[in-house]
């Protein structure tokens, strides 16, 4: 597609449920990164992929997180037990190149994590 | 190591007035800069961006910024506000050569009133 599509574009879990949140990047755009955007303005990477290969985890939490971008399906991004501080608009964004530094990434609209 | 320092959290302009968003930075590296915007409840769209090419940068909607190496700082403006230009805007620096991840601003709330 033109866009990057994430759904849903909110989920409410209790504490300790799971959260799985999708998205799927632009045709032909062989990167995928998440952001996770806390206390409003404050945006954390977490994951990038190329194609199907995670790229840099360096931003993912070790334990309840993971991610996986599987051949013709949406890339996923999901977490296991979720905690009150995982509340967060989760941003999934895409780019032909692993380049952020000269390419563009393409954000989507964001996935609202609400954990009660 | 690279950080990013919004000046600003809230800008008041009238519509018709000028804009000015500021934004300093901080890299190890030669840097490549950014300005997003972001409309409630959307995601990030790219205004313009600086890669060592040209100091001043025009990007869409009438923005331009210039890149001030003396002074580390990355300002945007626009001569002009209108109402669509009410969002929030994110500075974002990453080196220039090479992976890295981009490192953003605490964000700028552009408020434009009639």
């Known amino acids: 597609g033109e866009e990057v599509a994430q759904t849903p574009k909110h989920l409410v879990r209790g504490e300790g449920q799971k959260a799985k949140l999708y998205c799927a990047p632009i045709?032909?755009?062989?990167?995928v990164f998440w952001y996770q955007q806390v206390l409003k303005n404050e945006f954390k990477f977490l994951i990038s992929?190329?194609?199907?290969?995670?790229?840099?985890e360096t931003g993912m939490p070790k334990e309840r997180f993971s991610a996986k971008c599987l051949p013709n399906s949406p890339c996923s991004l999901e977490i296991q037990a979720t905690k009150l501080e995982d509340s967060a608009v989760y941003f999934c964004?895409?780019?032909?190149?692993?380049?952020?530094?000269?390419?563009?990434?393409?954000f989507g609209e964001g996935s609202r994590l609400t954990v009660l | 190591a690279q950080s990013v320092t919004q000046l600003d959290s809230h800008v008041s302009v009238s519509e018709g007035t000028p804009v000015l968003l500021r934004c300093n930075y901080s890299?190890?590296?030669?840097?490549?800069l950014f300005w997003y915007v972001q409309h409630p409840n959307k995601g990030l769209q790219l205004l313009l961006k600086?890669?060592?090419?040209?100091?001043l940068v025009k990007g869409i909607n009438g923005f331009e910024a210039e890149f001030k190496k003396s002074e580390t700082s990355f300002h945007l403006t626009k001569p002009s506000a209108h109402m669509s230009d009410a969002a929030e805007y994110f500075c974002?620096?990453?080196?220039?050569?090479?992976?890295?991840?981009?490192?953003f601003g605490k964000g700028t709330m552009l408020l434009v009133s009639p």
């Open positions: 964004a895409s780019s032909p190149t692993s380049g952020s530094n000269t390419g563009e990434l393409f």
């Open positions: 045709k032909g755009h062989s990167y």
């Open positions: 992929f190329q194609n199907e290969n995670v790229f840099d």
């Open positions: 890299s190890s590296y030669s840097p490549s």
């Open positions: 600086y890669t060592s090419a040209a100091t």
């Open positions: 974002v620096v990453t080196p220039n050569s090479g992976y890295s991840t981009l490192t």
